[in-house]
């Protein structure tokens, strides 16, 4: 049996990666809702474009789905460690750390994209 304070730290670890995937999904949620306003300002006859409102939608229900799948990935983890904790044949396992930095890459990508796209908007607009 490991010590309790592994399994503690295991624990601590876990809800870390836990509140890193719910904030990725409330990001998500926000950029999701977002759309409405943009819906909103184009039924008041704003020049937004049928774009913006797909590339919104699509971006928040993208960033939920990362954060879901984050999520999962942590529990994976979690129950992983336990078991190598107890057979005390522990690996740190780098393949969430992994999954992290990509979902942060194709964030930073797909919100460059967006603000590309909301500033040619701008700037066809004037």
């Not at 409330?26 to 409405?36: A, C, D």
């Not at 020049?47 to 999520?71: C, K």
Request: hydrophobic content about 55%; overall charge neutral.
């Amino acid at each position: 049996m490991g010590d309790r304070r592994t399994h503690l730290a295991n624990e601590r670890t876990f809800l870390a990666w836990i509140r890193t995937s719910v904030s990725i999904m409330g990001f998500g949620f926000v950029v999701e809702k977002f759309s409405l306003f943009l819906w909103l300002d184009k039924r008041l006859d704003k020049d937004i474009s049928s774009t913006s409102l797909e590339i919104s939608n699509l971006l928040g229900v993208i960033f939920i789905g990362l954060g879901a799948i984050m999520g999962f990935l942590a529990m994976l983890r979690f129950v992983k460690v336990e078991k190598e904790i107890e057979t005390n044949t522990f690996r740190p396992p780098v393949l969430l750390d992994i999954m992290c930095g990509l979902i942060f890459l194709v964030m930073s990508i797909l919100i460059l994209y967006y603000i590309a796209d909301w500033h040619s908007i701008l700037l066809l607009a004037r």
